[in-house]
């Protein structure tokens, strides 16, 4: 079982920046697919983006402008560039084993990112 707290959202905005960061506890860290879901009110959890030992995937908004980065401290990143008022929502850290569907695995507590002027 893997434990994730996300940290980093806030009030920005629009243009600007934020980088999110999720820190995992628990072993086999390394194996896991990590992955950045948001969700925004009234409004399904989607995948922002992923990481796998081999690839990287983003969901065709954020491409561009946002780059999802993991390091062997067991901390996942999202750096948020040029957000926009549609980026606003409630973003969840997910860990999955490589062998499970996107959905699946362990999520964070979420941190709410809000983009407004």
């Known amino acids: 079982q893997v434990q994730l707290v996300e940290s980093g959202g806030g009030l920005v905005q629009p243009g600007g920046s934020l980088r999110l960061s999720c820190a995992a506890s628990?072993?086999?860290?390394?194996?896991?697919?990590m992955g950045w879901y948001r969700q925004a009110p009234g409004q399904q959890r989607e995948l922002v983006a992923e990481i796998s030992s081999s690839s990287t995937t983003y969901t065709d908004s954020v491409k561009g402008r946002f780059t999802i980065s993991r390091d062997n401290a067991k901390n996942t990143y999202l750096q948020m560039n040029g957000l926009k008022p549609e980026d606003t929502a409630v973003y969840y850290c997910n860990a999955r084993p490589p062998w499970t569907t996107r959905g699946f695995g362990s999520w964070g507590q979420g941190t709410q990112v809000t983009v407004s002027s």
């Open positions: 628990g072993n086999s860290f390394s194996m896991f697919v």
